[in-house]
Structure formats: C-alpha cells, structure tokens
C-alpha cells in the first residue's frame, strides 16, 4: 500500500535510535522531508523527550504491533506550526525497530466526532417526540377564531420558533449521519425551490425573495434531494437575516466545465476574517451570525457526501460568496 495515498509515514531505526529509513508522506506527517529525517535521533523526528522515544523503541522490539499516541507540537525550520496529534503503529520490519506514522488531525479532516455522530440520532429522536406535541397544541390553539390580536402573535412567534427547533435538529442529525447519500439525477434549480419553500414563512415575514438565476440547457446533478434541501434551506436563511426588509437572496446556477455545475449564493452582509477562513465549516467554528453554528458544516457533510464540494470566498469586509460544486 502506498503510503503518500493514506497519508501515513514509515520511519525505521537503529538500536542507537537513529532514523534509518523513511518513506511517505513525511513532509504532511512529520514536517520533515524523508530525506531530511534519515540520520536524525528519534525523539527530533517525532518531537518528543528521548525518554518517551526509548519507551517507543521499546514497545517496538516486542513487536506486538503496540498502538502509541505522541503529540507533535513543532518541526522543520518555519516557525512554531500547531500541535498535531500522531497515531504510532510500532513493530519490527526485518532487523530494525519501525513505526507507522499516522496524523490524527489530517484523517479526521471533516469527520464529525464520535461523540456526536452516536448521539445525533437518538437525541434528536428524543427531542422530536416532545416537540412534535407541542406543535400540534400550537396549531390547535392557532384555529381558535376567538383569540386576541395579542395572542395571535404570541402563537406566531411560538410556530416559528418550532420551526427553528425542527431545523437545528435536522442539522445536528445531518453532521453526524454516516449513512451512504442516496444519489440520482434532479434539476438543481428545483432543489433550490423545494429549499425555499422549507423556510417560506420565514422570508414572507421578512418580505424576502430568493432569486434564481439559471444558464440555458444546464444538466441535472447528482444529489440526494433529502439530504441536501435542508442543509441547503438553512443557509439560504442565514443569508436573508442579514438583509433588509424586502430584500433579495441571489443565487445563481452555470456550467463551469461539462462535468460539473456550480451553485452560487451571494452574502453581502457576512464577513470573513483572516483567522476564520480555516474554521468556516467546522461545527461552531465560525462567529458568522444568524445561526450559522451547524448550517455550513453540515452542508460541507452533504456536499463531501455527494462527491461534490463546497468553497466560500470573503474578507474581513461584509461581502461572501459560497460555491457549491456538483457532479453532472
């Protein structure tokens, strides 16, 4: 198995604990060229004390296959880089103590945690049975023709806020959802209607239109229709919060080359400051208001999820463009 394909390294050494051998992907792993790491002590490439490396030649030569953890937290000659967390496979290969070298950070790129890819489900089933009944008390009250002007509101806002919640339990249930997209061929702009139509009460009350506009003989996409018109109708109202009343969402539908389509949305209002941009789509890693917390990573989850894509282009200036990128 290639290595540089797994992002992974392999590091053999001497019983001087001195690098002997080095292969992949070592400049991402270890922030060293291979090269460069052969010759070197062990605890200069793995960046730790010289006791811990003479614990990890240890479990090496017993070579049971040890899995260890160390944390890498400088190398190379740039400066201070962040702490990356390293996953050790230690064994023997032939005559020499070896590693596999795997960066946690890199593989778990995206990946929701475990944490909440086992809670998602079941909490949001628990949370969805409750709610369920107090909509439906909601909408029973809502029909009563002999409620006050005041109290007509007051059921507004709860039906709303209802709305609100069922979303932002779609959402979390999204992120951490490991089940395969179910693909086949739609017409993005009717996903993008059947988007708008999700969040509808919410634009009439704001006077918001989403306008579409769409190139000539545009093919349809791969997508999972139920997965991503959520997603999707979520961020649509985290764009139309930001304008002003009676204002208009642009999004636009082209060809960029003949085997993909892109989506474009415009955000005027939003912004995106430099120490943001390597955060933007990580859960809650971004202050972007308007409830953008879990909008945009489950939107990079379904995206990553139909072999598409998802890019956002901004400044610290109000003014940001997501890409959308499908397969046609």
Same mark, same amino acid.
């Given at each position: 198995?290639?290595?540089?394909?797994?992002?992974?390294?392999?590091?053999?050494?001497?019983?001087?604990?001195?690098?002997?051998?080095?292969?992949?992907?070592?400049?991402?792993?270890?922030?060293?060229?291979?090269?460069?790491?052969?010759?070197? $002590? &062990?605890?200069?490439?793995? #960046?730790? =004390?010289?006791?811990?490396? !003479?614990? +990890?030649?240890?479990?090496? @030569? %017993?070579? /049971?296959?040890?899995?260890?953890?160390?944390?890498?937290?400088?190398?190379?000659?740039?400066?201070?880089?962040?702490?990356?967390?390293?996953?050790?496979?230690?064994?023997?290969?032939?005559?020499?103590?070896?590693?596999?070298?795997?960066?946690?950070?890199?593989?778990?790129?995206?990946?929701?945690?475990?944490?909440?890819?086992?809670?998602?489900?079941?909490?949001?089933?628990?949370?969805?049975?409750?709610?369920?009944?107090?909509?439906?008390?909601?909408? $029973? &009250?809502?029909?009563?023709? #002999?409620? =006050?002007?005041?109290?007509? !509101?007051? +059921?507004?806002?709860?039906? @709303? %806020?209802? /709305?609100?919640?069922?979303?932002?339990?779609?959402?979390?249930?999204?992120?951490?959802?490991?089940?395969?997209?179910?693909?086949?061929?739609?017409?993005?702009?009717?996903?993008?209607?059947?988007?708008?139509?999700?969040?509808?009460?919410?634009?009439?009350?704001?006077?918001?239109?989403?306008?579409?506009?769409?190139?000539?003989?545009?093919?349809?996409?791969?997508?999972?229709?139920?997965?991503?018109?959520?997603?999707?109708?979520?961020?649509?109202?985290?764009?139309?919060?930001?304008?002003?009343?009676?204002?208009?969402?642009?999004?636009?539908?082209?060809?960029?080359?003949?085997?993909?389509?892109?989506?474009?949305?415009?955000?005027?209002?939003?912004?995106?400051?430099?120490?943001?941009?390597?955060?933007?789509?990580?859960?809650?890693?971004?202050?972007?208001?308007?409830?953008?917390?879990?909008?945009?990573?489950?939107?990079?989850?379904?995206?990553?999820?139909?072999?598409?894509?998802?890019?956002?282009?901004?400044?610290?200036?109000?003014?940001?463009?997501?890409?959308?990128?499908?397969?046609?």
């Amino acid at each position: 198995m290639n290595a540089h394909l797994l992002q992974a390294a392999q590091l053999a050494w001497s019983p001087h604990l001195r690098v002997t051998r080095a292969e992949g992907d070592c400049a991402q792993v270890l922030r060293r060229d291979a090269k460069a790491l052969v010759g070197m $002590t &062990l605890h200069t490439a793995l #960046g730790v =004390s010289q006791e811990r490396a !003479r614990e +990890l030649d240890a479990r090496a @030569r %017993e070579d /049971r296959r040890a899995v260890e953890f160390v944390t890498l937290s400088a190398g190379g000659p740039t400066g201070n880089p962040p702490a990356s967390h390293l996953r050790l496979v230690l064994g023997m290969d032939g005559e020499e103590a070896a590693a596999g070298v795997l960066d946690l950070g890199t593989v778990l790129e995206g990946a929701p945690p475990v944490q909440i890819s086992k809670l998602s489900s079941s909490l949001s089933h628990e949370i969805r049975n409750p709610l369920s009944s107090v909509k439906m008390a909601v909408q $029973t &009250l809502a029909r009563n023709t #002999g409620l =006050s002007d005041r109290d007509k !509101r007051r +059921l507004t806002i709860a039906n @709303r %806020e209802i /709305r609100t919640m069922e979303r932002m339990l779609w959402l979390l249930s999204e992120y951490g959802r490991e089940s395969a997209a179910n693909l086949d061929a739609h017409a993005l702009r009717s996903v993008v209607q059947e988007a708008t139509a999700m969040v509808a009460p919410e634009l009439a009350e704001r006077r918001i239109e989403v306008d579409v506009k769409e190139e000539a003989d545009l093919p349809r996409v791969r997508v999972d229709p139920n997965r991503l018109r959520p997603v999707l109708a979520q961020v649509l109202l985290n764009v139309a919060m930001g304008l002003p009343e009676e204002g208009r969402v642009q999004v636009t539908l082209r060809q960029d080359d003949p085997g993909h389509v892109s989506l474009i949305l415009d955000d005027p209002a939003a912004a995106l400051p430099p120490e943001e941009k390597g955060t933007l789509f990580d859960p809650f890693g971004s202050r972007l208001a308007r409830g953008a917390g879990l909008s945009l990573a489950a939107l990079r989850r379904v995206m990553t999820g139909v072999g598409g894509d998802v890019a956002a282009q901004g400044s610290a200036e109000p003014g940001m463009v997501f890409t959308l990128t499908f397969a046609a």
